[in-house]
């Protein structure tokens, strides 16, 4: 059964940084894209960024580009978001997808609120 | 950015009535190398994570029942529910894979009448 796990979510306050982990299981990490979606309190998803299967390249939405880094560890089966100088509009539920063209498995979701 | 717009935002319905929504996108999904259109859509229930329902277009996933059915090409994408029951209360995102960023529709909310 295809797992994921995220982990990290909290709040934090604006300009200060987070790093969200999600632990992969039940299929072979190294052989699938990840991304990040995410979703604003009561509001609709949002693709937030990818990373192809070895790390080599890796894909942002404008609004997070230059302070959101994905990245991946294929020997833990891990993927990681870190984020840095949060803004209040990032606060939403941030979850981790397994992207085999489309976002085919979904984790529980990690709850990240930036507010002073 | 590839715009997808749903309608509608919210529909009442009863359980064993025939439902149908509406995806378009702002440019075409249709890959013309494959011929494939580069669009899905997931149910997400209250509380729970979003869940992927249909691929290219009109492809169930495993275990989707087959009331649900995705048609349309190019621009213009539905999906119907053939006769509506009670756990398919959620909402209903359309999503573009074609290019990043990817992109989703607002949703279309599915609620008792």
């Known amino acids: 059964e295809v797992q994921l796990v995220e982990s990290g979510g909290g709040l934090v306050q604006p300009g200060r940084s987070l790093k969200l982990s999600c632990a992969a299981s039940g299929f072979t990490f190294s052989d699938y894209y990840m991304a990040w979606v995410r979703q604003a309190p009561t509001k609709g998803l949002e693709w937030v960024a990818s990373i192809s299967y070895d790390g080599g390249s890796t894909y942002y939405r404008d609004s997070v580009k230059g302070r959101f880094t994905i990245s991946r560890d294929n020997a833990k089966s891990s993927l990681y978001l870190q984020m840095d100088s949060l803004r209040s509009e990032d606060t939403a539920t941030y979850y981790c997808t397994r992207e085999g063209y489309v976002m085919d498995a979904w984790g529980q979701g990690a709850s990240v609120t930036v507010s002073s | 950015d590839i715009v997808m717009t749903q309608t509608p935002s919210s529909q009442a319905v009863s359980a064993g009535e025939k439902v149908t929504m509406s995806c378009k996108s702002s440019?075409?999904?249709?890959?013309?190398?494959?011929?494939?259109?580069?669009l899905a859509w997931y149910q997400q229930k209250p509380g729970q994570s979003p869940k992927l329902l249909i691929s290219?277009?009109?492809t169930r996933e495993s275990g989707v029942p087959d009331r649900f059915i995705g048609s349309g090409s190019g621009t213009d994408f539905t999906l119907t529910i053939s006769s509506v029951q009670a756990e398919d209360l959620a909402v209903y995102y359309c999503?573009?894979?074609?290019?990043?960023?990817?992109?989703f529709g607002a949703g279309t909310k599915l609620e008792l009448k």
């Open positions: 440019q075409s999904l249709l890959y013309s190398e494959n011929k494939k259109n580069y």
């Open positions: 290219w277009a009109s």
């Open positions: 999503e573009q894979y074609y290019d990043t960023p990817y992109t």
